[in-house]
């Protein structure tokens, strides 16, 4: 156990050579798991299996609801372990059908060519915004079945807040600052777990901006349909990431979603993409 609640719930058991066992805790209380909380968890099996190498991209696509009450079982394809690059798929099972896989890529720490295109978006600092400001809370269920709210693992100050109570249309796109509430260390492999499991965090929202809803919106079906994130260059997530967010498309009743993540000093960290159900009946 370590002193931090997410890294403690991103832990996984070793049950045989390629196989490890997760637990996950539902998001609100119900038996649904937080698909950030699954790709953490697939990520770190990936990584138990690889030495040496650092995780540059992840694609994930979301099968099925996970059940909160259902140990997850993760079994580890080594797909390749060439001179640069290693290459793992994960599969994330529970009650013998798959919630999740996960296709992730290891590469040699090594120096190259470098250059970034544009800077930082401006933005306020997030010591000038309040707490979870266009968050809602989060209700939990404690064992003896009273709700209570608990803070979540991610610290959030969002720049442009949406009015969750009465949504609002507004433009796609947003800026959040993030970072983790508890001190994960330097650990580059727990860095990656832990914006593993931030990047999907009120992400899919962005989508829902233009049309006035929210995920509690009667009659409006949303679920994450697969992910992706592309880590860039090392990063403090004990520190403030600034992630700018938009959405370009919805169509088909799916809704594309893309961010970029920049560090305080204006570098471009990592890149997460994703795409999701946006289904309306009203």
């Not at 038996?31 to 909380?37: L, P, Q």
């Not at 959405?247 to 999701?276: C, K, M, N, T």
Request: glycine share 8%; hydrophobic share 40%.
């Amino acid at each position: 156990m370590s002193n931090n609640p997410l890294l403690d719930s991103l832990a996984l058991e070793r049950i045989d050579r390629n196989f490890y066992r997760g637990h996950a805790p539902s998001e609100f209380g119900g038996t649904r798991i937080f698909g950030g909380h699954i790709i953490g968890q697939a990520l770190n099996a990936a990584y138990a299996t690889v030495e040496g190498r650092v995780c540059h991209s992840l694609h994930a696509y979301f099968v099925r609801p996970g059940d909160a009450r259902v140990p997850i079982l993760y079994d580890v394809d080594r797909a390749r372990d060439g001179t640069s690059f290693t290459t793992r798929r994960v599969a994330a099972i529970q009650e013998g059908q798959q919630i999740l896989n996960l296709a992730a890529s290891f590469q040699i720490v090594e120096n190259g060519l470098e250059h970034q295109a544009g800077t930082m978006p401006d933005a306020p600092p997030p010591e000038s915004l309040p707490e979870d400001n266009g968050a809602p809370p989060r209700r939990m269920v404690d064992e003896h079945g009273d709700s209570i709210i608990r803070q979540r693992p991610i610290e959030m100050r969002h720049v442009h807040p949406q009015d969750f109570e009465r949504p609002q249309k507004m433009a796609p796109a947003k800026a959040v600052w993030m970072r983790m509430r508890e001190p994960i260390g330097s650990d580059i492999r727990l860095q990656h777990a832990a914006l593993g499991f931030a990047s999907d965090m009120n992400l899919f929202e962005t989508a829902m901006r233009p049309h006035g809803m929210f995920w509690s919106t009667p009659g409006l079906q949303s679920a994450s349909l697969d992910h992706a994130v592309w880590f860039h260059q090392p990063f403090d997530f004990n520190e403030w990431l600034l992630f700018i967010e938009d959405s370009p498309i919805a169509h088909s009743a799916r809704g594309f979603v893309r961010a970029s993540v920049w560090s305080r000093d204006g570098r471009l960290v990592a890149s997460v993409a994703q795409e999701g159900l946006l289904r309306y009946r009203g």
